[in-house]
């Protein structure tokens, strides 16, 4: 399988001025944790990472530093994750040769070698997938009124799951979907939405509580607090 991950974002909202995945976590950059669960993966053969130019050379000693034993690649992102994993999409499809991709965000560093195992495995029955976990909270729908923020509806919670990555598909519908979002102005937030847009199934496949997206100070507070417990060996 191969897998993309998209790095090339910045560290907005985790308050930091460079790109948050590489930003320091049990003294290593979040992005390594990420590679290394990736690179471990028995059913990942190729990973791609998406980067911006000024990151290429930290994001280099990453690589070098994890030393994966499987072809590891960095490619230019965009503008946008969408257009970042765009121009992975574009590259992979140029090669003609493969068929399924995984995508997997560098920020999601916790995500176990099993969870991209299993993706890996669902995607031979499907052509579209996610990770996703059961939403725990009730959910509102809102819009904003002139005395705040008013609840529109409550969306019935069983029905409700919180989108994860790794996010799977055959790639070249992948590749459509990509073309078609271009050609219309779609903005989206993971893959699944295009997908979803052009009407084609997407499943889930079950997700793991603790692959946190780290997008704020806390979630490195929380992050940390799980790499080392796993560190720790059991007794
Ligand atoms: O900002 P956020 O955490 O939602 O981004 C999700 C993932 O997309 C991150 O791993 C980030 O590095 C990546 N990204 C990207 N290119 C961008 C913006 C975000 O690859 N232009």
Same mark, same amino acid.
Not at 164 to 185: D, I, M, N, S
Not at 211 to 227: E, G, S, V
């Given at each position: ?9 910045? /560290?907005?909202?985790? /308050? ?6 590489? =930003?320091?976590? =049990? ?5 390594? &944790?990420? =590679?290394?669960? #990736? ?6 053969? &190729?990973? /791609?990472? =998406? ?13 070098? +530093?994890?030393?994966? +034993? ?25 090669? !003609? ?18 969870? %991209? ?44 799951? #919180? #989108?994860?990555?790794?996010?799977? %598909? ?10 078609? +979002?271009?050609?219309? /102005? &779609? ?7 295009? %997908? ?10 079950? !997700? ?28």
């Amino acid at each position: 399988m191969h897998l993309l991950i998209p790095a090339a974002g910045s /560290g907005k909202r985790m /308050g930091a001025t460079v790109n948050k995945l590489l =930003l320091p976590l =049990l003294g290593r950059p979040i992005l390594a &944790w990420t =590679l290394e669960a #990736a690179a471990r993966a028995c059913s990942i053969e &190729w990973i /791609g990472i =998406l980067c911006q130019p000024p990151d290429w050379p930290a994001i280099e000693a990453i690589v070098a +530093a994890v030393a994966p +034993a499987k072809p590891v690649q960095l490619l230019v992102g965009g503008a946008t994750r969408q257009e970042s994993v765009y121009r992975g999409v574009e590259y992979l499809y140029s090669l !003609g040769t493969v068929e399924r991709v995984l995508i997997h965000d560098g920020a999601r560093c916790l995500a176990t070698p099993a969870l %991209f195992d299993r993706c890996s495995a669902a995607l031979q029955q499907v052509d579209g997938l996610i990770a996703a976990i059961p939403v725990k909270d009730t959910i509102k729908v809102t819009e904003s009124g002139p005395k705040g923020i008013q609840i529109q509806a409550t969306p019935e919670r069983s029905r409700l799951w #919180a #989108a994860q990555t790794p996010q799977g %598909f055959r790639l070249p519908l992948l590749w459509q979907a990509h073309r078609e +979002a271009l050609a219309q /102005g &779609w903005q989206v937030t993971d893959d699944a939405a295009l %997908f979803e847009k052009l009407g084609w199934p997407v499943y889930i496949v079950e !997700g793991e509580e603790s692959n946190l997206k780290l997008t704020t100070p806390l979630d490195m507070l929380l992050a940390a607090q799980i790499l080392q417990q796993r560190l720790v060996p059991a007794s």
